[in-house]
């Protein structure tokens, strides 16, 4: 895997800038969560243990498995006891370079991000935060690394320290340098097929692609942190659309305590800032790695790229509430071969 080097142990400045691999911004490091490398190692222990979860069955690796980007190959997570979540399960790979995290944006670090599954029921299933800080305290080896990494005594040892390696740790999980980097960045015009050079100019022409998912003159994070409504799932809202939307126009907050998990899902990024016009909507996800993420879609709803491709094609299928940017594409059978073949260079994992 083709991961980011970081420097390590500079704490001087507001931020730490690291070297960054081709096709990739530099990555800022906050000032209050330093990287080193035993505060690195830390993290992926705590990323890979099951005993941070209610039945000790789930780590966070257990749905970010590095065999498979990150991702987990579900259409939906899997949680303690067997528990199927209500959403897909995006890759971590890159996901230091979001403005916000969770498909919902709920979290705006990684340091927040980290925390989130343990007290989820259907993921972790911890009761409290202060289970972790109490189980790590009993843990002689835990806290002594905890000790060390962030200079403090045993009885310091909070919930935020555990938080802050986790985030360390994710920030390493950054992949670059694929055969479409080589091609733009590296002007390397052999670096991908010819089918791939058309399919990236219909990706940024016809295909109206590269409006969400970015592509800047220096590098391409192939997202631009913000959300929309793509058609995805609205037929889960729909016996209760009416509803919403009469709760809506009364200027209310709807209640929820009788939709069904998979609905009150579907309601995306308006979980988090109650505004009628997020209903529905999703960050845009990062389109590195993807031939190596499905299945695609908040809901894990489609199988394979081409699927996806289709899906766009289609301008949402119709759904009520699509974004403006979701519209009929009218793509030849060429065209969509061409596209997925684009799709298929972005994977930067050796």
């Known amino acids: 895997m083709r991961l980011l080097t970081f420097l390590l142990g500079l704490t001087v400045s507001s931020t730490l800038w690291a070297d960054s691999l081709l096709g990739l911004p530099a990555l800022i ?42 991702s987990d190959g579900l259409p939906l997570a899997k949680g303690i006891d067997g528990q199927i979540g209500t959403r897909n399960t995006p890759t971590v790979l890159n996901a230091a370079f979001y403005s916000s995290q969770f498909l919902d944006g709920r979290a705006a670090s990684l340091e927040e991000q980290a925390l989130g599954p343990f ?17 790590l305290r009993q843990d002689a080896d835990y806290l002594k690394a905890f000790t060390r990494v962030f200079d403090i005594q045993a009885d310091e040892l909070t ?8 985030a360390s740790y994710q920030r390493t999980l950054i992949a670059g340098d694929s055969a479409f980097d080589r091609y733009l960045f590296g002007m390397q015009p052999n670096a991908i097929s010819e089918s791939a050079v058309r399919g990236s100019r219909i990706f940024k022409r016809k295909g109206n692609c590269v409006t ?44 929820l305590s009788g939709w069904t998990a998979a609905q009150r899902s579907e309601l995306g990024r308006y979980l988090v800032t ?64 061409d596209l997925v073949a684009f799709l298929k260079t972005l994977t930067g994992l050796e």
């Open 29 to 70: 490091i906050p000032a209050d969560n330093p990287q080193t490398a035993d505060k690195i190692a830390l993290g992926q222990r705590l990323f890979n243990d099951k005993r941070l979860s209610g039945d000790g069955s789930i780590s966070c690796a257990s749905c970010h498995q590095e065999a498979k980007a990150f």
């Open 119 to 135: 007290l989820n029921p259907i993921e972790h299933g911890l009761k409290s935060q202060q289970t972790i800080v109490d189980s």
């Open 159 to 166: 919930i935020a320290h555990v938080g802050k390696a986790i």
């Open 212 to 255: 969400c998912h970015e592509i800047s003159m220096k590098h391409a994070l192939f997202t631009d942190n913000r959300f929309y409504n793509i058609g995805i799932g609205s037929q889960r809202l729909a016996p209760v659309l009416a509803e919403l939307q009469a709760a809506s126009e009364r200027r209310e907050q709807p209640d």
């Open 274 to 337: 109650q505004q009628a016009a997020d209903i529905g909507r999703f960050k845009t996800p990062t389109l590195r790695n993807i031939a190596l993420t499905g299945p695609y879609m908040h809901d894990g709803s489609l199988q394979t790229l081409e699927a996806v491709v289709e899906h766009y094609d289609k301008g949402g299928a119709g759904s009520d509430g699509v974004d403006a940017k979701i519209f009929p594409l009218h793509l030849t059978a060429a065209e969509k071969k």
